[in-house]
């Protein structure tokens, strides 16, 4: 093997690792977002997000259900190769999301959320240009 054909090997392979360790970060951070505004009582959620008391609790548990949703659809369909395209939807969603949370909170003067709402939207269009036309993953064959 030539040093050319490593170095060509070599930034795929380190694509996929990225790619895995966004989508990775990614499901950790919108299920444990989900979880946390789907299981706790609005008064003290609201403690931590003020929104959150601001809002109908339809509303609250509906973010977090679309929080949930996200958060395993950006991993477990690639993690399991069992419809894979549904990863690249879930980014879509993902990236969609953050700029609409990104929108709403500029709006309501939080902008000291904006950084982290920026880092998700990143990394979710990352997932969505990678999954979708670097390092697709190929469906299971049952």
């Not at 949930?68 to 419809?83: E, K």
């Not at 939807?89 to 003067?109: K, N, P, Y």
């Not at 950084?115 to 979710?124: E, F, Q, Y």
């Amino acid at each position: 093997m030539s040093a050319t054909t490593i170095e060509t090997a070599a930034p795929g392979r380190s694509l996929r690792i990225g790619l895995w360790a966004a989508q990775v970060a990614l499901s950790a951070v919108f299920v444990s977002a989900g979880f946390v505004k789907l299981t706790t009582p609005i008064p003290q959620l609201a403690a931590m997000m003020p929104w959150a008391g601001q809002y109908s609790e339809t509303f609250v548990r509906t973010i977090a259900l679309v929080d949930l949703a996200g958060g395993i659809g950006i991993l477990l369909p690639a993690l399991t190769r069992i419809l894979p395209r549904l990863t690249v939807l879930a980014a879509l969603g993902c990236a969609v999301l953050q700029v609409i949370a990104l929108l709403f909170h500029l709006s309501r003067g939080e902008a000291e959320v904006a950084p982290l709402n920026i880092v998700l939207l990143a990394l979710s269009l990352f997932v969505l240009w990678g999954r979708r036309s670097k390092a697709r993953i190929a469906p299971r064959q049952f």
